[in-house]
């Protein structure tokens, strides 16, 4: 074998174990379990820690209210297939993917209606799939 295809193989190797890596850390390494219900928990004035479920073809809760200057804990995850997680106007892109939970922290400081919509294929219901988050 020749010096540099067994210099390659070794580094695709090696590619491999840190993509495994990165997906079982992805996978297993949530601090927080799968869930069955949405809810919207307060956990200060302004402070609140949303689980968002998605399923076919609806999130839950699909109308979130809160007061200007919150800032959320969003843990979504979804209880059939993959479904996507955006917030129009902010910078919230995430998946919800059933066994998984992901998380991301969000500040809304501009009142107003946003919309969470699903911009992930999910079946015949995707482009009806929608919720919002209102912020006085
Ligand atoms: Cu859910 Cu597309």
Redesign the pocket.
């Given at each position: 074998m020749d010096r540099f295809e067994s210099l390659a193989l070794k580094m695709a190797f090696g590619l491999m174990v840190v993509f495994f890596v990165a997906l079982v850390g992805l996978i297993c390494f949530t601090d927080f379990p799968p869930f069955k219900e949405g809810k919207v928990i307060q956990k200060g004035e302004k402070e609140y820690e949303v689980h968002l479920l998605?399923?076919?073809?609806a999130f839950q809760p699909n109308r979130i209210e809160i007061p200007a200057g919150s800032k959320v804990t969003i843990y979504t995850t979804?209880i059939d297939?993959?479904?996507?997680f955006e917030i129009e106007g902010k910078a919230v892109n995430l998946m919800?993917i059933p066994g998984a939970v992901n998380k991301m922290e969000v500040v809304f400081n501009k009142p107003g209606t946003y919309r969470i919509v699903?911009?992930?294929?999910?079946?015949v219901?995707?482009?009806a799939?929608y919720g919002e988050i209102i912020v006085k």
């Amino acid at each position: 074998m020749d010096r540099f295809e067994s210099l390659a193989l070794k580094m695709a190797f090696g590619l491999m174990v840190v993509f495994f890596v990165a997906l079982v850390g992805l996978i297993c390494f949530t601090d927080f379990p799968p869930f069955k219900e949405g809810k919207v928990i307060q956990k200060g004035e302004k402070e609140y820690e949303v689980h968002l479920l998605a399923r076919m073809w609806a999130f839950q809760p699909n109308r979130i209210e809160i007061p200007a200057g919150s800032k959320v804990t969003i843990y979504t995850t979804s209880i059939d297939v993959q479904h996507g997680f955006e917030i129009e106007g902010k910078a919230v892109n995430l998946m919800t993917i059933p066994g998984a939970v992901n998380k991301m922290e969000v500040v809304f400081n501009k009142p107003g209606t946003y919309r969470i919509v699903c911009n992930e294929y999910c079946g015949v219901g995707h482009p009806a799939m929608y919720g919002e988050i209102i912020v006085k």
